[in-house]
Nanobody, 131 residues
Framework: QVQLVESGGGLVQAGGSLRLSCAAS????????????MGWFRQAPGKEREFVGG????????YYADSVKGRFTISRDNANNTVYLQRNSRRPEDTTVYYC????????????????????WGQGTQVTVSS
């Protein structure tokens, strides 16, 4: 149906940049790709999953959580069905696991900040920022 695979995580020094990728695939996704919204979430140990931002595949409009606005950039590559999460000037508090997710009806109802609205999830990618 829909498979999401994140990549790009790893160890980065504070102040460095990192771009995470989320490759989407599957018959359902390929057929209805323009209807999806893609979200990025992060979850630190012992904490709830937190919305970072999202993008609607059709048109590319984005929305970010207030806590990260101006520090993260989300973009997409239509040709490769891939969305990206770019973060410059990483801080140690950015150390966490990042997940991408797909909302089947996101284009119709807008980017949701609620994790329960997303139907498909990637496995997550760990980002560690050293001070």
């Amino acid at each position: 149906q829909v498979q999401l695979v994140e990549s790009g995580g790893g160890l980065v020094q504070a102040g460095g940049s990192l771009r995470l990728s989320c490759a989407a695939s599957g018959r359902t996704f390929n057929r209805f790709v323009m209807g999806y919204a893609m979200g990025w979430f992060r979850q630190a140990p012992g904490k709830e999953r937190e919305f970072v931002g999202g993008i609607i595949w059709r048109g590319g409009s984005t929305y970010y959580a207030d806590s990260v606005k101006g520090r993260f950039t989300i973009s997409r590559d239509n040709a490769n069905n891939t969305v990206y999460l770019q973060r410059n000037s990483r801080r140690p508090e950015d150390t966490t696991v990042y997940y991408c997710a797909a909302d089947t009806w996101g284009a119709a109802r807008g980017i949701s900040t609620e994790s329960t609205r997303y139907d498909y999830w990637g496995q997550g990618t760990q980002v560690t920022v050293s001070s």
